[in-house]
């Protein structure tokens, strides 16, 4: 398990376009839980959509929503899935949530929910944690956001 917090060196936090767009596993290889979204998408369509405790949708879905609307999530969990889990098993647990999670926060870093593969999570506006069992995806994300550190490390201080 691998983990980055992103809360330095950029205009804003949490937005999504460019990891979708840039990292192809995310969005061809996931189906994506989005639970208790807070944020602001111009498109007043999307931004009910939004209004949901929870949205489930497919990666390349939600890549095409993040590129034609990039907008600013302010709290939220996307949670990564492999294609073979249904929805159904999923919401056998609890949904994911931003605040209050503390496996985030202490050594060893967890995901929130058993089934996931990756998740990330917008952090009130002003940061950004990204969390996964593919190491492949962690890197990939770091060449994104250079200023991103190891999530573990951070733990440390």
Request: proline share 4%.
């Amino acid at each position: 398990m691998k983990g980055l917090i992103l809360n330095k060196g950029e205009n804003g936090y949490s937005y999504f376009k460019n990891v979708f767009c840039e990292v192809s596993e995310m969005s061809e290889e996931y189906n994506w839980l989005i639970s208790y979204p807070e944020c602001c998408p111009k498109n007043k369509e999307l931004q009910e959509k939004m209004d949901e405790d929870y949205i489930w949708i497919s990666g390349l879905e939600l890549k095409r929503m993040l590129y034609l609307d990039n907008f600013q999530w302010i709290w939220g969990v996307l949670s990564g899935f492999s294609k073979n889990i249904s929805l159904k098993d999923i919401l056998e647990y609890q949904l994911p949530y931003a605040d209050g999670y503390t496996g985030f926060w202490r050594n060893p870093i967890t995901l929130q929910h058993p089934l996931a593969d990756i998740e990330l999570v917008a952090w009130d506006s002003s940061c950004t944690l990204f969390v996964s069992k593919n190491e492949l995806i962690i890197k990939k994300i770091s060449i994104i956001y250079p200023q991103a550190e190891d999530l573990e490390t951070y733990n440390k201080k």
